[in-house]
């Protein structure tokens, strides 16, 4: 943890430098980029516009990494939400695992883009600084080229800088044949072009013998021959120098190329090593799934298993008050198959029992109904006698009663004899209305108002 933390802590102060002095090189280059009065300013304007489409890239692309990593953030607190209020069912095992796995498809797949796209930066940060070395390279050389060793001799300060630069970046043959030319006037000695290319067409043609002498007197008019002798040690110490130059530059590329290829041993050594990592994680990762599976399963059968013996109590308990309830069954029904042999036998001594304690309840019940029906049926007895007496009572009442009647009878006895004529008479009722109406129909009628008799009934 201590290390862990120490590295994040270089880390921060590293970024933190690193970003102070791209905010200096910002402020210088900006000084130079966005100044109106400059001489390069129609330059410069191509180079503004170049960085205004460079910052808008990096907000585009700043903006898209931050919605990704906002959008890992939210799928992780919707984990964590999850997580609060944990079920134990697989639905939500399930679930859970289906979220995780999404999540670390997603940190991967950023993971993975950034890792591409630094790549590509490095890959670019690497060309740029081999153009700038070449850059770099070409000043120098065009510097060293239009210098001469006088003006070089008046100014040293000059010299002692173009001598860092060159002990910095170059070897050691190199800077030695580069001090040789510097010191001695170039490529050419310090002789023009003319007088130089003469002098190798000469000294090739005589292979370098001292017979050429004469010759290149001829030829070199102004030119003494200590100038030529002089001029010809120099060509040979720039020979031997050259070659040791081109030997170093050789030697320097074969090295860069052992050390390219032992990056690339590295490289493919440490991609192997994360591949193996990769594939133990991976490993590790089937393993814990397939611990998971095991586990997953042994909670399935563990429910499996409770639930059957949940559901076995269950009928037990049913069949149990079955038993109970039905208490005219004759055979009790086993409900255990696990039970022992002293359980049936306890069992069926319980239900002999039983049907002892039923029979001698049963027993108990007839006699207490045969009582009740005695009881019964001298009750229902008095009651005949009762109604019977209340018969007989009912019937001498009736009797006396008809006595009483006829008595009655046999006093006042009415005989009347049929006279079918009398059906046309009329009755005394009738007679005695017409008496009472004949004589008063002059009188004025006092009582109450009737209806008019019609003429053809009047003598009726």
């Given at each position: 943890?201590k290390?862990?933390?120490?590295?994040?802590v270089?880390?921060?102060?590293?970024?933190?430098?690193?970003?102070?002095?791209?905010?200096?090189?910002?402020?210088?280059?900006?000084?130079?980029?966005?100044?109106?009065?400059?001489?390069?300013?129609?330059?410069?304007?191509?180079?503004?516009?170049?960085?205004?489409?460079?910052?808008?890239?990096?907000?585009?692309?700043?903006?898209?990494?931050?919605?990704?990593?906002?959008?890992?953030?939210?799928?992780?607190?919707?984990?964590?939400?999850?997580?609060k209020?944990?079920?134990?069912?697989?639905?939500?095992?399930?679930?859970?695992?289906?979220?995780?796995?999404?999540?670390?498809?997603?940190?991967?797949?950023?993971?993975?883009?950034?890792?591409?796209?630094?790549?590509?930066?490095l890959?670019?940060?690497?060309?740029?600084?081999?153009?700038?070395?070449?850059?770099?390279?070409?000043?120098?050389?065009?510097?060293l080229?239009?210098?001469?060793?006088?003006?070089?001799?008046?100014?040293?300060?000059?010299?002692?800088?173009?001598?860092?630069?060159?002990?910095?970046?170059?070897p050691?043959?190199?800077?030695?044949?580069?001090?040789?030319l510097?010191?001695?006037?170039?490529?050419?000695?310090?002789?023009?072009?003319?007088?130089?290319?003469?002098?190798?067409?000469?000294?090739?043609k005589?292979?370098g013998?001292?017979s050429?002498?004469?010759?290149?007197?001829?030829?070199?008019?102004?030119?003494?021959?200590?100038?030529?002798?002089?001029?010809?040690?120099?060509?040979?110490?720039?020979?031997?120098?050259?070659?040791?130059?081109?030997?170093?530059?050789?030697?320097?590329?074969?090295?860069?190329?052992?050390?390219?290829?032992?990056?690339?041993?590295?490289?493919e050594?440490?991609?192997?090593?994360?591949?193996?990592?990769?594939?133990?994680?991976?490993?590790?990762?089937?393993?814990?799934?397939?611990?998971?599976?095991?586990?997953?399963?042994?909670?399935?059968?563990?429910?499996?298993?409770?639930?059957?013996?949940?559901?076995?109590?269950?009928?037990s308990?049913?069949?149990?008050?079955?038993?109970?309830?039905?208490?005219?069954?004759?055979?009790?029904?086993?409900?255990?198959?696990?039970?022992?042999?002293?359980?049936?036998?306890?069992?069926?001594?319980?239900?002999?029992?039983?049907?002892?304690?039923?029979?001698?309840e049963?027993?108990?019940?007839?006699?207490?109904?045969?009582?009740?029906?005695?009881?019964?049926?001298?009750?229902?007895?008095?009651?005949?006698?009762?109604?019977?007496?209340?018969?007989?009572?009912?019937?001498?009442?009736?009797?006396?009663?008809?006595?009483?009647?006829?008595?009655?009878r046999?006093?006042?006895?009415?005989?009347?004899?049929?006279?079918?004529?009398?059906?046309?008479?009329?009755?005394?009722?009738?007679?005695?209305?017409?008496q009472?109406?004949?004589?008063?129909?002059?009188?004025?009628?006092?009582?109450?108002?009737?209806?008019?008799?019609?003429?053809?009934?009047?003598?009726?």
């Open positions: 943890m290390a862990e933390r120490a590295k994040k270089e880390f921060i102060r590293t970024a933190e430098k690193l970003k102070a002095q791209l905010a200096n090189i910002e402020k210088e280059r900006n000084g130079h980029l966005y100044n109106r009065k400059s001489d390069f300013r129609v330059e410069y304007r191509l180079l503004e516009e170049l960085e205004h489409s460079m910052t808008v890239s990096r907000k585009t692309e700043k903006a898209k990494i931050l919605q990704q990593l906002l959008k890992i953030q939210n799928s992780v607190k919707r984990l964590q939400q999850q997580l209020d944990v079920k134990p069912t697989p639905e939500f095992v399930d679930k859970i695992k289906e979220m995780m796995e999404e999540i670390e498809n997603a940190i991967n797949t950023f993971k993975e883009e950034q890792r591409q796209i630094y790549q590509q930066l890959k670019e940060e690497k060309a740029a600084i081999n153009e700038l070395s070449l850059f770099e390279r070409k000043v120098e050389l065009w510097v080229g239009s210098s001469t060793a006088e003006k070089v001799l008046k100014l040293p300060s000059a010299r002692v800088t173009v001598d860092k630069t060159l002990e910095n970046h170059l050691k043959e190199v800077i030695e044949f580069e001090r040789f510097q010191r001695t006037g170039g490529r050419q000695g310090g002789w023009d072009d003319y007088d130089h290319q003469n002098f190798l067409k000469i000294r090739t005589y292979r013998r001292l050429y002498m004469d010759e290149a007197l001829e030829y070199l008019s102004g030119r003494t021959k200590e100038d030529i002798e002089q001029h010809d040690k120099w060509y040979q110490e720039f020979v031997i120098l050259h070659e040791r130059k081109k030997e170093s530059i050789k030697k320097w590329k074969e090295k860069q190329q052992q050390e390219k290829e032992r990056n690339l041993k590295e490289k050594k440490s991609e192997k090593m994360l591949k193996e990592r990769w594939l133990q994680h991976e490993e590790a990762q089937k393993q814990k799934a397939e611990e998971r599976k095991r586990k997953q399963a042994a909670v399935e059968v563990w429910k499996k298993q409770h639930v059957v013996a949940f559901a076995m109590d269950q009928a308990q049913l069949k149990l008050e079955e038993k109970k309830q039905q208490e005219c069954q004759s055979h009790v029904k086993l409900l255990l198959e696990r039970n022992t042999l002293q359980k049936k036998v306890k069992e069926e001594l319980e239900k002999l029992e039983n049907e002892k304690r039923e029979e001698t049963k027993e108990e019940r007839k006699q207490i109904a045969a009582q009740e029906i005695s009881k019964f049926q001298e009750h229902d007895l008095h009651k005949l006698e009762l109604r019977v007496l209340q018969k007989h009572a009912k019937e001498t009442e009736k009797q006396e009663e008809e006595k009483r009647l006829a008595k009655f046999e006093k006042v006895e009415i005989r009347v004899t049929r006279d079918r004529s009398r059906l046309n008479r009329p009755t005394k009722s009738w007679e005695e209305r017409r009472e109406t004949t004589p008063a129909a002059a009188e004025p009628q006092l009582g109450v108002p009737q209806r008019a008799v019609p003429a053809w009934r009047g003598g009726l």
